[in-house]
């Protein structure tokens, strides 16, 4: 019965698939519709099914993808992938580095929606500098094991000036607050087994 149900929907799809469009938009059409809207139709309108929250991406919660909830339904986020998507659930776009103090960076705060602060400037001959890890734009997430993603600036640059080590390990997410924070982001238990892990994830 459920492979008939399937047939059925798939059947029923494609010959949407195929209704008649303007000419300019039949290039999308034929593109974006097809057998798979059969699969969206049978096991649900999202296409996915239900995902496991602990399965659940960055991009999942982009696309709209989201867990399911039994008290509510989730709403899509949107319906394309972002411009140059940058997977903050990827351990690859982080760099860790270890930087005596003075570092010499200059620290900026992100937009008020997002919270955290990034790198704005490296000066000249400082130890951040003859390092070469860090780069303009890289959002600060942890100082010496401590995650400090999304605290106001002052807290966060804190964290670093209060530190006795001498040396300090700093990890940096490699990608714009959007990304970082907000429905695209990390959600906040990878960031504490990402940060708890410890591993030293080189620049590329």
């Known amino acids: 019965?459920?492979?008939?149900?399937?047939?059925?929907?798939?059947?029923?799809?494609?010959?949407?698939?195929?209704?008649?469009?303007?000419?300019?938009?039949?290039?999308?059409?034929?593109?974006n519709m097809g057998l798979f809207d059969g699969?969206?139709?049978a096991f649900g309108a999202d296409g996915m099914g239900e995902l496991d929250a602990e399965r659940e991406t960055p991009i999942d919660r982009w696309m709209g993808w989201?867990?399911?909830s039994t008290d509510s339904p989730s709403e899509a986020v949107g319906s394309k992938a972002p411009?140059?998507?940058?997977?903050?659930?990827?351990?690859?776009?982080?760099?860790?580095?270890?930087?005596?103090?003075p570092m010499g960076m200059v620290f900026e705060e992100n937009d008020s929606e997002f919270g955290g602060i990034f790198v704005l400037e490296?000066?000249?001959?400082?130890?951040?500098?003859?390092d070469g890890t860090v780069r303009p734009g890289d959002q600060l997430v942890s100082v010496?094991?401590?995650?400090?993603?999304?605290l106001q600036f002052e807290e966060a640059l804190?964290?670093?000036i209060d530190s006795t080590e001498e040396s300090v390990k700093l990890v940096f997410?490699?990608?714009?607050a959007k990304f970082l924070y907000g429905p695209a982001g990390a959600s906040q238990e990878w960031l504490d087994e990402f940060i708890k892990g410890g591993e030293k994830v080189e620049a590329a």
Do not use: W
Request: with cysteine; glycine share 8%; aromatic share 6%.
């Open 1 to 31: 019965m459920k492979s008939s149900l399937l047939v059925a929907a798939a059947a029923t799809s494609c010959a949407h698939a195929f209704v008649t469009a303007p000419a300019a938009s039949r290039p999308t059409v034929a593109l």
């Open 122 to 130: 490296i000066n000249e001959g400082s130890s951040a500098a003859a």
């Open 144 to 150: 010496g094991g401590k995650k400090v993603s999304g």
């Open 83 to 101: 411009t140059n998507f940058i997977d903050s659930m990827d351990a690859s776009n982080y760099v860790t580095a270890s930087l005596a103090k």
């Open 66 to 68: 989201n867990a399911k």
């Open 39 to 41: 699969v969206k139709e």
């Open 173 to 176: 997410f490699r990608g714009p």
């Open 158 to 160: 804190g964290t670093i």
